[in-house]
Nanobody, 121 residues
């Protein structure tokens, strides 16, 4: 089994910053893409940013220039630095990983439980 554990969410004022972390653990052989998605109340889950094992990144247009995704392959951990936050960024943020597991060598998607980010004065 594989677990993704997120941390770093919370309440922040408009214009502020937060850094999210997500650590993957368990029977991991390798991890391809890791990323962050978010879901606001009444809306569909949407991509925030992705990063490949080689460090190539992809951002949703509204996050470009404000958010930075990074990754530590040795720790199986992905980070999301969020700057210039606005109330529109309020959502539950979910970590995602595309993982090959050890025993079966099968590849599947794993998701974290989500961490709440609230931007409000």
């Amino acid at each position: 089994q594989v677990q993704l554990v997120e941390s770093g969410g919370g309440l922040v004022q408009p214009g502020g910053s937060l850094r999210l972390s997500c650590a993957a653990s368990g029977s991991i052989l390798s991890i391809y893409t890791m990323g962050w998605y978010r879901q606001a109340p009444g809306k569909q889950r949407e991509l925030v940013a992705q990063i490949s094992s080689g460090g190539s990144t992809n951002y949703a247009d509204s996050m470009k220039g404000r958010f930075t995704i990074s990754r530590d392959n040795a720790k199986n951990t992905v980070y999301l630095q969020m700057n210039s936050l606005s109330p529109d960024d309020t959502a539950v943020y979910y970590c995602h990983a595309d993982v090959v597991v050890v025993v079966s060598r099968t590849r599947r998607d794993y998701w974290g439980q989500g961490t709440q980010v609230t931007v409000s004065s």
